[in-house]
């Protein structure tokens, strides 16, 4: 009861005082309105009757004057009439005005000095009238004065009536306020607050259970944050501790990102670690209600995100987002993560021709398609390379002036957008400890010989104390376009290159995706028919089996191969049109570059012509949805699909096949993967196709549907035990194990393992 004085008591307050002041300017402006009504009244009466009442003035009949005034003075709204000479001396007055005999009013002698009319209030005894005179002539001079009285006692009744009515009105108002407010406060706050605490205690308590809605915004919004993020890191920690102590039951030894964490502090004690990559963790965009910070969907974010988290790290990245520079310090900094602040974010800004130069024009018109060998002709023109130079040198720069305070800092380089940055932040910091992971295939050294500058990224690249590949493959190709290109010793059994005194480690570190372990989520239990049906009901479609495909629109996803095999397997088994129905989530990429923007035409015509072919009633063959999806949205479909087909033409890794085994905790579900991704390295429990052979296609299609449940679940037990142990955490353990590990003689700038 007291909290709630507390909250209606100063309102009560704030009301009345607001009433008062309401009710003083009310009064003053009513006053001020009767006195003004009451001035013209009386002028208007008095005129009237000065045109009557001067010529037997000037006759000086006093009988004449008694006459007159006794005449006009009996109308209901007048008080009195009475004429005064030139000194004061009433000459005839109304019975009514008795009392002014003896008294002359103000505004008659003023009247009469001035010769002008003239007005007052005064009170009477115990009467408040207001007196209006006007002169009278004899001749050629003042001689009198015609005064007109009237009661303006009523002017202080109505404003003692409007003072009361407020005080009531204020009254009525203020419970009504009160009553309004513990209802108000009860429904949008006490409530939901109860709610809060309720469901806080079942969370504390091991009891999951939906979390109850929380006014949005405003003041309510940096609560729903910390409730939010309060709860998740319980949820963490939780899930951290039993799977801990279940790892210890089993003597397993899995990584996960407390012990990601705990390893990196062991391995960088004191030293700095700094992750430099194109794509930023977190970023910034304008949205109509606001700034909004996004989380990119990406693998590098979950893996790298409890290094930096682990060691106070810097992470350097391009700020791309539309509202990036309106959030950062003088310095470009930006403490990240926004709920709770453990790393920096330094931005590096590249104007939009180095962006188009570098990014959409050297790196992905001409590495991209180079690595990936997928029938897309690399296309090298001398400008985007010196934007890539620049861009390059550019986050050396960056690097080297964040880095400029630290001993023996550590660098960890992501990805081919940056192949020259090691030799640039080497040949400044040799006792930096550099380390890049080329997240996309390597090519065998005919391929890579298109490249007219390749003497120059292989430079950059042997810059670094290491160098990681997602399979042995890769490393291989590596190592032999080393030895074909360039003048350096390559030591096969150590998988290093030595060149200009310098080694470099090369290895393979398959990254993967972080394994939920711990299914805290209501809808993990729900079963895959369930989330099938409804899928396909919001999708307006029915069908008894459900493929998908989640992929960005690229050449190297083979997703026209994909379509071309579901087309043969209706071809070949007519009995699976109108049960089979393939999902494909197509996310555009790059849509600046022509390539692409063809290849979203194609994809979409090559669903049409499909399904024009083929489909009838309901049910159509393929149903291709062309926007960014979120993790969640995904996931859903993970789970409910039959079977999950990745095609890649060519692929470093491809995670998505990682995520739909890691989604897959009924353990069902079966796996189509392309021989030439990397992910068929590990999961050999998939079925193996290549994605030219569409008839192999079309073949493992009908085998995915009629494989047996007990095959399907032996076979998504296996992959999960490898997407489990060799989960995204250990791939950053043993790419940091690795970093940290190399010995880097500074006067020398000689690497030893």
């Known amino acids: 009861m007291r909290i709630w004085l507390r909250l209606i008591f100063p309102l009560l307050i704030a009301v009345a005082c607001v009433s008062a002041l309401f009710a003083a300017y009310e009064v003053r402006q009513v006053r001020h309105g009767l006195k003004r009504d009451l001035q013209t009244r009386s002028a208007i009466l008095a005129e009237s009757l000065q045109e009557s009442v001067e010529p037997v003035f000037a006759n000086g009949s006093a009988s004449g004057l008694q006459h007159f005034v006794e005449r006009f003075g009996n109308r209901e709204d007048l008080a009195g009439v009475a004429v005064y000479d030139e000194h004061g001396e009433a000459l005839a007055f109304t019975s009514q005005l008795s009392l002014v005999a003896n008294l002359w009013p103000r505004a008659t002698a003023t009247a009469t000095s001035q010769n002008a009319e003239r007005s007052e209030f005064v009170t009477l005894g115990q009467t408040f009238m207001h007196v209006y005179a006007l002169p009278l002539q004899r001749g050629d001079r003042v001689a009198g004065t015609l005064a007109v009285f009237h009661d303006a006692s009523y002017i202080s009744t109505h404003s003692t009536r409007i003072w009361r009515d407020t005080f009531l009105h204020a009254l009525a108002l203020s419970l009504l306020i009160s009553l309004t407010m513990l209802l108000i406060l009860r429904w949008i706050l006490m409530l939901p607050l109860a709610k809060t605490t309720k469901w806080m205690k079942a969370r504390r308590a091991g009891v999951h259970s939906l979390p109850p809605t929380l006014p949005g915004g405003g003041v309510f919004e940096p609560l729903t944050q910390e409730v939010t993020h309060l709860v998740r890191s319980l949820d963490a920690a939780r899930a951290a501790a039993e799977e801990e102590a279940r790892l210890r039951e089993t003597a397993e030894s899995v990584w996960t990102a407390e012990r990601l964490r705990v390893s990196v502090r062991g391995k960088f004690q004191g030293n700095s670690l700094f992750v ?10 304008r949205r109509e209600k606001g700034v909004e910070v996004l989380v990119p969907a990406s693998g590098l974010v979950t893996a790298l995100e409890p290094v930096l988290l682990a060691c106070q790290g810097t992470w350097i990245a391009h700020g791309s987002g539309s509202a990036d520079s309106e959030t950062v310090d003088e310095r470009d900094h930006l403490r990240v993560p926004p709920e709770e602040p453990k790393y920096t974010l330094r931005r590096v800004w590249l104007t939009k021709e180095q962006e188009k130069g570098y990014y959409f024009g050297f790196s992905n018109e001409g590495l991209w398609p180079l690595c990936h060998i997928a029938h897309t002709r690399p296309i090298f023109r001398a400008d985007d390379w010196e934007h890539y130079r620049a861009a390059n040198q550019k986050f050396a720069e960056a690097t080297l002036e964040e880095m400029a305070q630290c001993p023996e800092p550590a660098v960890l380089v992501q990805d081919y957008h940056f192949a020259l940055l090691p030799a640039l932040i080497k040949e400044k910091r040799p006792d930096a400890r550099v380390a890049i992971f080329w997240h996309i295939p390597w090519p065998n050294p005919e391929a890579f010989g298109i490249c007219p500058w390749q003497r120059e990224l292989l430079d950059g690249l042997l810059g670094a104390d290491l160098i990681g590949f997602h399979t042995q493959f890769h490393c291989n190709n590596f190592l032999e376009t080393v030895d074909r290109a360039l003048e350096s010793r390559i030591e096969r059994e150590r998988f290093a290159v030595d060149r200009h005194a310098h080694l470099t480690l090369v290895r393979p570190f398959p990254i993967s995706v972080a394994f939920p372990d711990v299914q805290a989520k209501l809808g993990a239990s729900i079963p895959a028919y369930v989330l099938r049906a409804e899928l396909l009901q919001e999708l307006g479609v029915e069908a008894r089996f459900l493929g998908v495909g989640v992929d960005r629109i690229d050449y190297t996803k083979g997703i026209l191969e994909r379509f071309r095999g579901i087309e043969r397997l209706l ?20 849509t600046e570059i ?27 063959p393929i149903i291709l949805l062309r926007r960014h999806h979120s993790h969640q949205e995904i996931e859903l479909y993970f789970k409910a699909a039959d079977l999950c087909m990745v095609t890649s033409l060519h692929d470093g890794m491809n995670l998505v096949a990682k995520e739909f085994v890691a989604a897959r905790d009924d353990e069902q579900g079966v796996l189509i993967l392309s021989a030439f991704a990397g992910a068929s390295r590990e999961l050999s429990d998939a079925l193996l196709v290549n994605p030219y052979d569409i008839e192999q296609i079309a073949d493992n299609l009908c085998a995915a549907m009629e494989m047996k449940p007990e095959e399907r679940k032996m076979r998504m037990q296996r992959m999960r035990r490898v997407v489990r142990s060799n989960n995204v955490y250990r791939w950053a353990a043993q790419l940091i194990e690795q970093l940290s590990e190399i010995r880097v003689d500074a006067p020398e700038g000689i690497v030893v393992l």
């Open 594 to 620: 022509r390539r692409y923007q063809d290849l979203l035409f194609e994809v979409g015509c090559e669903a049409e012509r499909i399904n024009a072919r083929f489909r009838s009633g309901k049910w159509k």
């Open 571 to 590: 071809e070949k088994r007519p009995d699976y049109r109108g049960q089979f129905t393939f999902v494909q989530i197509g996310a555009p990429s790059r």
């Open 276 to 285: 430099v990559s194109n794509r930023e963790p977190y970023m910034h965009v």
